[in-house]
């Protein structure tokens, strides 16, 4: 059963380079792993409004473009996941977590694939950045 929404958003630079985000070892799931910005959909937010939030508090980027992806499963929640582009990526800070990261695609292919563990969100990262043709 589906208790919470969430959300999960794949970010490309102006460089065409991909964020991913070092989990911290106190992060509720998910501990010290590589992910995607995201999380809990907040009472009284509507979708756009939580990813907007997300990605300032743990990034300090804003969004120029946002684009739905899929729907995925995780821990009891459904989590929706986007495709959303930045500006100015030189803003970047870190809010929340161990480190932040843009990565060319095959680099981030590449870290995914050597890593140790697994998870939906980097399954579903690598699926989609694999689908973009020469971005």
């Known amino acids: 059963m589906i208790e919470k929404r969430g959300t999960g958003i794949i970010i490309q630079n102006e460089k065409g380079q991909f964020l991913l985000h070092l989990r911290d070892e106190n992060a509720p799931v998910l501990k010290s792993q590589w992910c995607m910005i995201g ?13 907007k939030r997300e990605v300032k508090e743990e990034s300090n980027l804003d969004i120029k473009s946002l684009r739905f992806i899929k729907k995925i499963p995780f821990n009891n929640k459904e989590i929706s ?9 030189e803003n970047m800070k870190l809010g929340e ?13 590449k870290l995914v694939d050597n890593l140790d563990y697994s998870n939906i ?6 699926e989609f950045v694999k689908l ?4």
Not at 81 to 89: C, I, L, T
């Open 132 to 135: 973009l043709k020469n971005q």
């Open 121 to 126: 969100y980097l399954k579903t990262y690598k």
């Open 39 to 51: 999380g809990n959909i907040e009472k009284g937010e509507d979708i756009e409004q939580t990813i």
């Open 97 to 109: 977590g161990k480190k932040l990261q843009f990565f060319d695609k095959e680099d981030l292919i």
């Open 81 to 89: 996941v986007f495709f959303a582009k930045v500006g100015n990526s």
